[in-house]
């Protein structure tokens, strides 16, 4: 999202700069780490700045991607306060704050930094809920998750529809890491749903890899050579499996929303998910796909059963997704959103 972003905002035709790679993350609650994420962003503001210095001059704003609990952005928060220049945000939101609040100092330098800004920009109901708990309704603005289909580019001379196996059956496509956690969660969904409809006419590409991967192949024991585990591949050659592949199977188990929904739908491919968290914010059922209740026994496999038998289900909801993603949830219209939140941001 945060290449999209800034693909966006070329699009709106703002000069765009990415000016450090200064990172702030950190895994370790401690004060001394804090301190030394502070100490080493200002050190690089004052870099930076005596750069801008030197060329006689400065940007009109700051756009943040991400800021939130474990990841503050104090770089942004001391170039703002040094320069007198705007703050705008993406995609601010929370963490755990840990079993005995080991977080919550960190917390509340991300939120200093949120409130600092003249504008935040959610893309769920959850980060706007969040934001609503400490600054006014009047600076978060609302943009829907998008994609910049021109930044999805096909793998040179790979060949990915021969991943699958041979047979005329439906090409299901799964993509996720293997970790601990959601991840394993929707391989769990996915693999005893698949094999509930094991008499069905289908094949499975897993693209992905991890510290579960073990535990996946595991989940799959019971499956014949109609599933194939492509492992870690380049972002080219995801696309390209995209592309080439009937289905999206992915749950999505407490996503965010996930781009991986809108990146398939570009190729007209629907997907078959969970109707949870921020899934239906990328994923329409009836529309661009199939969302399952994940409450409901069988309701995942139901829906898999349902897109692979009935093809003429499966082309309308591929023209659906396309038609979604490339028209309604573009980068062109991305960068009409950002453009009128930074001129009007810029004009006060």
């Avoid at 700069?17 to 200002?42: N, T, W």
């Avoid at 940007?59 to 991400?66: A, G, N, Q, R, T």
């Avoid at 968290?277 to 199939?290: A, F």
């Avoid at 453009?339 to 004009?347: E, M, P, Q, R, V």
Wanted: proline share 5%; charged share 25%.
């Amino acid at each position: 999202m945060a290449r999209m972003l800034f693909c966006a905002l070329e699009r709106a035709e703002f000069e765009v700069e990415l000016v450090s790679k200064y990172i702030s993350y950190s895994k370790r609650h401690q004060q001394e780490h804090m301190d030394a994420r502070i100490k080493g962003a200002h050190e690089e503001a004052e870099k930076i700045i005596a750069r801008w210095n030197d060329a006689n001059t400065k940007p009109d704003l700051w756009f943040c991607y991400h800021p939130y609990d474990k990841s503050p952005d104090w770089l942004g928060m001391e170039i703002c306060t040094q320069l007198k220049i705007p703050m705008v945000t993406a995609e601010p939101c929370k963490t755990g704050q840990g079993p005995n609040g080991e977080w919550v100092p960190w917390r509340e330098e991300s939120q200093r930094g949120i409130a600092m800004a003249a504008m935040n920009i959610v893309m769920t109901q959850s980060d706007k809920a969040y934001l609503s708990t400490f600054i006014d309704d009047g600076k978060v603005a609302w943009m829907s998750p998008f994609i910049e289909r021109d930044l999805l580019q096909l793998a040179a001379g790979f060949d990915a529809p021969a991943l699958w196996p041979t047979g005329n059956g439906v090409k299901l496509l799964s993509v996720g890491m293997m970790r601990p956690g959601a991840k394993i969660e929707s391989y769990k969904v996915l693999a005893n749903s698949l094999q509930k409809i094991c008499h069905l006419n289908w094949s499975l590409v897993i693209a992905g890899g991890g510290p579960g991967m073990d535990e996946v192949r595991d989940l799959f024991s019971w499956a014949d050579e109609r599933i194939l585990f492509a492992g870690e591949r380049t972002a080219d050659e995801i696309i390209s499996l995209m592309a080439a592949a009937d289905v999206l199977a992915w749950p999505g188990c407490r996503e965010a929303y996930g781009m991986v929904y809108l990146e398939a739908a570009c190729f007209g491919v629907p997907t078959v998910a969970l109707d949870n968290m921020g899934v239906p914010l990328v994923v329409e059922h009836g529309r661009t796909g199939l969302l399952a209740n994940p409450e409901e026994e069988n309701g995942y496999a139901n829906a898999l059963e349902r897109i692979i038998t009935e093809p003429e289900l499966r082309n309308l909801l591929g023209t659906g997704a396309k038609n979604f993603a490339l028209e309604e949830r573009s980068g062109k219209e991305a960068a009409s959103k950002l453009k009128t939140i930074i001129d009007t941001i810029l004009k006060d």
